[in-house]
């Protein structure tokens, strides 16, 4: 595995260096699988697989019948090495819990300094949903709030990890009823609202510590997918 994870590594090293170098463009159709291997002096399979890590974190689109394109959002672009990280070094879901907890307490008692009318109707906006649509609400939820603070560093490596966050939010609205997300979500609200720092602060440790035990009790138990250890 170790290996197989080094060439794959090694693969979208030489693929960072065709962007670097200007070799392929935003909106570019890629080589064909064949010229790449070529290229690389892969095999095509192992080729696939660094394909697939790059699709799996946005950088590639593939359209059927057409081909393989670079991402137009050059956004994107510039967050793909903490993305590679990610899937490439196993980093696991609880590890993940771990770093939230770390900084989106301090994302959240931001907000509620800076939080406008607009950041906070869109904010507001991901409630209506989190009942009946809870991942997709969740993960809107916490983009909502990062984008809150206005600090465009934090947006960026927030969004280069929201797909690793995404799978968590999907896994921990299995193990727990809706109404218990919805409510620490509702609380997080009310307090950047009120422009209470401390007490969004309070409250979004509350949520991620209450969500990061769901993870654990469900790890202690050997009911967690292959991969979020």
Known sequence: ?????????DLIERFRLMIA???????????????????????RSSLRHALKVLHSVGII????????????????ILEFPLAFMLTLDGISMLELFDMRLMIEPEFA???????????????????SSMLTDTAEADAAFHEAVCSATGNRVCQRMFSAIQNAFRAGMQLTTKLAPPERAFE???QIYS???LRQPAE?????IEHLTD???VLLAAHLEGNLPNGFH
């Open 211 to 213: 969500a990061q035990g």
């Open 191 to 193: 307090a950047i609202h």
């Open 61 to 76: 689109s593939q359209r059927v019948g057409d081909g393989t394109y670079l991402s137009n959002d050059a956004s994107r």
């Open 109 to 127: 008692a931001k907000a509620a300094e800076r939080a406008h009318g607009k950041s906070l109707d869109t904010i507001r906006n991901t409630l």
């Open 184 to 186: 620490f979500h509702k």
């Open 200 to 204: 969004a602060r309070k409250r979004m």
């Open 21 to 43: 170098h200007g070799e392929i463009v935003r909106g570019d159709r890629l080589p064909s699988e064949r010229e790449l291997a070529e290229r690389f002096g892969t095999s």
């Open 1 to 9: 595995m170790k290996t197989e994870r080094r060439s794959t590594a």
